[in-house]
Nanobody, 125 residues
Framework: QVQLVESGGGLVQPGGSLRLSCVAS????????IAWFRQAPGKEREAVSY????????YYADSVKGRFTISEDNAKNTVYLQMNSLKPEDTAVYYC??????????????????WGKGTLVTVSS
């Protein structure tokens, strides 16, 4: 049974930084796509970023491009999301997901094999 566990969320002021971690157990991350999604109160879950272990392809939503960086450490079976220059609109629960479908280059909530339980990021002064 695969488990994904997120950590690193918290309260941060606008302009600050956080690094989220997604640790996988029960499977290695090799050959899988790992994505970060987020869901703000009253809104649908949206894709933030993904990385493909097999070919190194990455994706960033326009709203986070240039501010967020996704990376992986296969030795630690961990994917990171470095978030800089955070804005209040980045406030959401962030979820790690394994193997989302990719439609038009954008990861989708459809077809996700496994979800983490999420970590809350609050950007507020």
């Amino acid at each position: 049974q695969v488990q994904l566990v997120e950590s690193g969320g918290g309260l941060v002021q606008p302009g600050g930084s956080l690094r989220l971690s997604c640790v996988a157990s029960g499977s290695t991350l090799d050959y899988y796509r790992i994505a970060w999604f987020r869901q703000a109160p009253g809104k649908e879950r949206e894709a933030v970023s993904y990385i493909s272990s097999s070919d190194g392809i990455t994706y960033y939503a326009d709203s986070v491009k240039g501010r967020f960086t996704i990376s992986e450490d296969n030795a630690k079976n961990t994917v990171y999301l470095q978030m800089n220059s955070l804005k209040p609109e980045d406030t959401a629960v962030y979820y790690c997901a394994m193997n989302p479908s990719v439609l038009g280059g954008i990861p989708s909530v459809l077809g996700v094999d496994y979800w983490g339980k999420g970590t809350l990021v609050t950007v507020s002064s």
